[in-house]
Protein backbone atom coordinates (compact mmCIF):
# COMPACT_ATOMS: atom_id res chain seq x y z
CA UNK A 1 0.00 0.00 0.00
CA UNK A 2 1.55 3.59 -0.69
CA UNK A 3 -0.25 6.69 -0.04
CA UNK A 4 0.22 10.50 0.60
CA UNK A 5 -1.38 13.02 2.89
CA UNK A 6 -5.26 11.73 2.73
CA UNK A 7 -3.47 8.11 0.98
CA UNK A 8 -1.03 8.13 4.02
CA UNK A 9 -3.56 8.02 6.53
CA UNK A 10 -5.55 5.14 4.50
CA UNK A 11 -2.06 3.19 4.11
CA UNK A 12 -1.18 2.99 8.23
CA UNK A 13 -5.01 1.77 8.99
CA UNK A 14 -4.37 -0.88 6.38
CA UNK A 15 -0.80 -1.36 8.05
CA UNK A 16 -2.08 -1.68 11.29
CA UNK A 17 -5.90 -3.06 11.07
CA UNK A 18 -4.37 -5.88 8.14
CA UNK A 19 -1.08 -6.26 8.92
CA UNK A 20 -1.67 -10.34 8.16
CA UNK A 21 -2.68 -9.37 4.51
CA UNK A 22 -0.73 -5.96 3.92
CA UNK A 23 2.94 -7.15 3.37
CA UNK A 24 4.73 -4.11 2.61
CA UNK A 25 3.75 -0.04 3.05
CA UNK A 26 5.51 2.94 1.77
CA UNK A 27 4.39 6.74 2.58
CA UNK A 28 5.27 10.11 1.43
CA UNK A 29 3.72 12.01 4.11
CA UNK A 30 3.10 11.65 8.11
CA UNK A 31 -0.85 12.46 8.72
CA UNK A 32 -0.73 10.06 12.05
CA UNK A 33 0.17 10.68 15.52
CA UNK A 34 1.46 8.07 18.23
CA UNK A 35 -0.91 7.78 21.60
CA UNK A 36 2.13 8.90 23.64
CA UNK A 37 3.79 11.70 24.36
CA UNK A 38 6.39 13.18 22.66
CA UNK A 39 9.69 11.17 24.68
CA UNK A 40 12.91 13.10 23.37
CA UNK A 41 14.10 16.98 23.50
CA UNK A 42 14.05 16.47 19.71
CA UNK A 43 10.48 15.13 19.24
CA UNK A 44 8.92 17.74 21.67
CA UNK A 45 11.22 20.38 19.47
CA UNK A 46 9.42 18.92 16.66
CA UNK A 47 5.79 19.51 17.95
CA UNK A 48 6.15 22.81 18.85
CA UNK A 49 7.85 23.54 15.11
CA UNK A 50 4.92 21.47 13.61
CA UNK A 51 1.92 23.50 15.52
CA UNK A 52 3.64 26.66 14.91
CA UNK A 53 3.79 26.10 11.28
CA UNK A 54 0.40 24.47 11.29
CA UNK A 55 -1.09 27.64 12.17
CA UNK A 56 -0.91 29.68 8.75
CA UNK A 57 -2.15 25.97 7.22
CA UNK A 58 -5.36 25.76 9.28
CA UNK A 59 -7.55 28.07 7.85
CA UNK A 60 -8.69 25.93 5.13
CA UNK A 61 -8.88 22.76 7.40
CA UNK A 62 -10.47 24.33 10.22
CA UNK A 63 -13.00 25.24 7.84
CA UNK A 64 -13.73 22.16 5.94
CA UNK A 65 -14.47 20.41 9.40
CA UNK A 66 -16.36 22.78 10.80
CA UNK A 67 -18.97 24.64 8.43
CA UNK A 68 -17.67 22.71 4.98
CA UNK A 69 -21.64 23.14 3.86
CA UNK A 70 -21.35 27.15 3.97
CA UNK A 71 -18.39 27.47 2.42
CA UNK A 72 -19.71 24.83 -0.30
CA UNK A 73 -22.52 26.73 -1.05
CA UNK A 74 -20.13 29.39 -2.00
CA UNK A 75 -17.71 27.37 -3.63
CA UNK A 76 -20.06 25.84 -6.27
CA UNK A 77 -21.83 29.33 -7.46
CA UNK A 78 -17.78 30.00 -8.58
CA UNK A 79 -15.41 28.53 -10.68
CA UNK A 80 -13.01 30.88 -9.53
CA UNK A 81 -13.38 30.62 -6.19
CA UNK A 82 -12.80 26.72 -6.71
CA UNK A 83 -9.60 27.51 -8.80
CA UNK A 84 -8.11 29.60 -6.04
CA UNK A 85 -8.62 27.20 -3.11
CA UNK A 86 -7.02 24.34 -4.99
CA UNK A 87 -4.20 26.62 -6.48
CA UNK A 88 -3.11 28.14 -3.59
CA UNK A 89 -2.12 24.43 -2.29
CA UNK A 90 -0.58 23.27 -5.44
CA UNK A 91 1.03 26.77 -5.37
CA UNK A 92 2.35 26.95 -1.64
CA UNK A 93 2.52 23.22 -0.96
CA UNK A 94 5.28 22.14 -4.49
CA UNK A 95 8.29 22.53 -5.01
CA UNK A 96 8.81 25.91 -7.52
CA UNK A 97 11.26 27.35 -9.30
CA UNK A 98 11.47 31.00 -9.10
CA UNK A 99 7.75 31.03 -7.40
CA UNK A 100 6.37 29.74 -10.80
CA UNK A 101 3.65 27.31 -9.98
CA UNK A 102 4.06 26.46 -13.86
CA UNK A 103 7.70 24.84 -12.97
CA UNK A 104 5.89 22.11 -11.06
CA UNK A 105 2.39 21.80 -12.56
CA UNK A 106 0.99 22.97 -16.45
CA UNK A 107 -2.01 24.81 -16.48
CA UNK A 108 -3.24 21.38 -18.28
CA UNK A 109 -3.17 19.73 -15.55
CA UNK A 110 -3.94 22.38 -12.96
CA UNK A 111 -7.33 23.13 -15.16
CA UNK A 112 -7.72 19.13 -15.25
CA UNK A 113 -8.11 19.05 -11.34
CA UNK A 114 -10.28 22.34 -11.20
CA UNK A 115 -12.94 21.20 -13.58
CA UNK A 116 -13.01 17.65 -11.81
CA UNK A 117 -14.77 19.34 -9.00
CA UNK A 118 -16.56 21.80 -11.34
CA UNK A 119 -17.95 18.96 -13.72
CA UNK A 120 -18.96 17.02 -11.15
CA UNK A 121 -20.02 19.44 -8.55
CA UNK A 122 -17.95 17.78 -5.84
CA UNK A 123 -16.50 20.28 -3.82
CA UNK A 124 -18.80 19.79 -1.32
CA UNK A 125 -17.86 15.89 -0.76
CA UNK A 126 -14.64 16.94 -0.87
CA UNK A 127 -14.43 19.51 1.57
CA UNK A 128 -17.08 16.85 3.93
CA UNK A 129 -14.46 13.93 4.84
CA UNK A 130 -12.68 16.79 6.80
CA UNK A 131 -15.70 16.86 9.02
CA UNK A 132 -16.63 13.59 9.16
CA UNK A 133 -12.26 13.24 10.45
CA UNK A 134 -13.04 15.54 13.26
CA UNK A 135 -16.29 13.54 14.49
CA UNK A 136 -14.95 10.30 14.38
CA UNK A 137 -11.12 10.59 15.16
CA UNK A 138 -8.73 8.58 13.19
CA UNK A 139 -5.62 10.99 13.49
CA UNK A 140 -4.04 8.83 16.08
CA UNK A 141 -3.70 5.46 17.03
CA UNK A 142 -5.34 4.10 19.94
CA UNK A 143 -3.89 4.18 23.70
CA UNK A 144 -3.48 0.11 23.18
CA UNK A 145 -1.45 0.78 19.78
CA UNK A 146 1.38 -1.83 18.71
CA UNK A 147 4.10 -1.02 16.36
CA UNK A 148 2.99 -1.99 12.80
CA UNK A 149 5.00 -4.74 11.73
CA UNK A 150 4.57 -4.04 8.00
CA UNK A 151 8.19 -3.12 6.26
CA UNK A 152 7.87 0.72 5.85
CA UNK A 153 9.73 3.00 3.35
CA UNK A 154 10.00 6.37 4.26
CA UNK A 155 9.88 9.15 1.29
CA UNK A 156 10.64 12.43 2.22
CA UNK A 157 10.38 15.53 -0.67
CA UNK A 158 12.10 18.69 0.33
CA UNK A 159 9.10 20.99 0.22
CA UNK A 160 6.42 18.21 1.87
CA UNK A 161 4.06 20.86 4.18
CA UNK A 162 3.55 18.19 7.39
CA UNK A 163 7.00 18.23 8.70
CA UNK A 164 8.27 14.83 9.01
CA UNK A 165 9.02 14.34 12.94
CA UNK A 166 12.52 12.60 14.28
CA UNK A 167 13.25 8.99 13.02
CA UNK A 168 12.93 8.17 17.02
CA UNK A 169 9.27 8.72 16.68
CA UNK A 170 8.73 7.22 13.15
CA UNK A 171 10.36 4.26 14.46
CA UNK A 172 8.01 3.85 17.17
CA UNK A 173 4.75 3.45 14.69
CA UNK A 174 6.45 1.69 11.90
CA UNK A 175 9.02 -1.03 11.12
CA UNK A 176 11.01 0.96 9.13
CA UNK A 177 13.33 -0.36 6.18
CA UNK A 178 13.93 2.78 4.36
CA UNK A 179 14.13 6.61 4.80
CA UNK A 180 14.96 7.87 1.81
CA UNK A 181 15.27 11.98 1.36
CA UNK A 182 14.75 14.00 -2.16
CA UNK A 183 16.52 16.95 -3.34
CA UNK A 184 13.21 18.27 -4.87
CA UNK A 185 9.50 17.41 -4.84
CA UNK A 186 6.73 18.65 -2.51
CA UNK A 187 3.34 17.29 -0.71
CA UNK A 188 1.92 16.29 -4.31
CA UNK A 189 4.67 14.06 -5.48
CA UNK A 190 2.84 11.54 -7.67
CA UNK A 191 1.41 14.64 -9.92
CA UNK A 192 4.57 16.94 -9.38
CA UNK A 193 8.01 14.22 -9.76
CA UNK A 194 6.28 10.99 -10.62
CA UNK A 195 9.40 9.01 -11.79
CA UNK A 196 11.05 9.50 -8.49
CA UNK A 197 8.12 8.21 -6.66
CA UNK A 198 7.02 5.03 -8.56
CA UNK A 199 11.01 4.03 -8.81
CA UNK A 200 11.22 4.65 -4.81
CA UNK A 201 8.13 2.52 -4.59
CA UNK A 202 10.02 -0.16 -6.56
CA UNK A 203 12.58 -0.37 -4.79
CA UNK A 204 11.22 -2.32 -2.21
CA UNK A 205 12.66 -5.74 -1.77
CA UNK A 206 10.13 -7.02 -1.03
CA UNK A 207 8.16 -6.55 -4.01
CA UNK A 208 7.01 -9.85 -5.97
CA UNK A 209 7.32 -9.96 -9.92
CA UNK A 210 3.43 -9.76 -9.64
CA UNK A 211 3.20 -6.24 -7.28
CA UNK A 212 5.83 -5.03 -9.67
CA UNK A 213 3.81 -5.95 -12.99
CA UNK A 214 0.73 -3.71 -10.64
CA UNK A 215 3.40 -0.95 -9.88
CA UNK A 216 4.75 -0.67 -13.99
CA UNK A 217 0.57 -0.20 -14.66
CA UNK A 218 0.52 2.63 -12.17
CA UNK A 219 3.68 4.03 -14.06
CA UNK A 220 2.74 3.83 -17.37
CA UNK A 221 -0.78 5.73 -16.36
CA UNK A 222 1.90 8.54 -14.72
CA UNK A 223 3.46 8.75 -18.04
CA UNK A 224 0.63 8.58 -20.12
CA UNK A 225 -0.84 12.00 -17.74
CA UNK A 226 2.67 13.37 -18.47
CA UNK A 227 3.97 12.85 -21.69
CA UNK A 228 0.75 13.82 -23.06
CA UNK A 229 0.44 12.58 -27.28
CA UNK A 230 1.63 15.12 -29.67
CA UNK A 231 -0.46 14.78 -32.35
CA UNK A 232 -2.03 17.25 -33.53
CA UNK A 233 -5.25 18.30 -31.74
CA UNK A 234 -8.72 18.13 -32.83
CA UNK A 235 -9.70 21.84 -33.63
CA UNK A 236 -13.02 22.90 -31.43
CA UNK A 237 -15.27 26.05 -32.15
CA UNK A 238 -18.10 25.83 -30.07
CA UNK A 239 -19.90 28.30 -28.18
CA UNK A 240 -20.14 28.79 -24.17
CA UNK A 241 -23.51 28.26 -24.59
CA UNK A 242 -23.88 24.86 -27.09
CA UNK A 243 -26.63 23.09 -26.04
CA UNK A 244 -26.68 18.99 -26.41
CA UNK A 245 -29.93 17.50 -28.62
CA UNK A 246 -30.47 17.65 -32.38
CA UNK A 247 -30.54 20.26 -34.81
CA UNK A 248 -34.34 20.51 -36.49
CA UNK A 249 -33.23 18.63 -39.74
CA UNK A 250 -30.98 16.40 -38.01
CA UNK A 251 -28.04 17.54 -40.12
CA UNK A 252 -24.51 18.43 -39.14
CA UNK A 253 -22.25 19.84 -41.84
CA UNK A 254 -18.67 20.57 -41.75
CA UNK A 255 -17.40 17.85 -39.83
CA UNK A 256 -14.31 15.46 -40.95
CA UNK A 257 -12.20 13.30 -39.10
CA UNK A 258 -9.39 15.92 -37.51
CA UNK A 259 -11.55 19.18 -37.80
CA UNK A 260 -14.81 19.45 -35.93
CA UNK A 261 -16.86 22.83 -36.44
CA UNK A 262 -19.75 23.85 -35.06
CA UNK A 263 -21.33 26.90 -35.93
CA UNK A 264 -22.68 29.57 -32.28
CA UNK A 265 -25.93 28.65 -32.99
CA UNK A 266 -26.15 24.98 -33.94
CA UNK A 267 -27.51 22.66 -31.69
CA UNK A 268 -25.59 19.29 -31.79
CA UNK A 269 -25.98 15.84 -30.32
CA UNK A 270 -22.58 14.40 -29.05
CA UNK A 271 -24.15 11.07 -29.03
CA UNK A 272 -24.04 11.19 -33.19
CA UNK A 273 -21.59 8.45 -34.81
CA UNK A 274 -20.25 11.37 -36.51
CA UNK A 275 -18.60 12.53 -33.58
CA UNK A 276 -16.50 8.87 -33.06
CA UNK A 277 -13.76 10.66 -34.71
Known amino acids: VQG ?15 HENCIAMHINCLTMRHPDDPQTNEEKKWVIDFDNDQIIQDGYRTQQATKPQTLSYAMVDSPVGIAAWIIEKLHGWSDLKDNDIESAHSKDTLLANIMVYILTNTFNTAAWIYFGRRKEGGRSFPQNFKKIKVPTAIAVFPKEMLQWPPKSYVNRIFNVKRWKKFAKGGHFSALEVPNLLINDIKQNNNTTDEQLSYVNQIESSFNFIHNEPKAEPKKWMVSATLSYGYNQDNNINGITKNNLQISSNEIVDFADPRFDN
Open 4 to 18: GDWGATIANWLGYDH
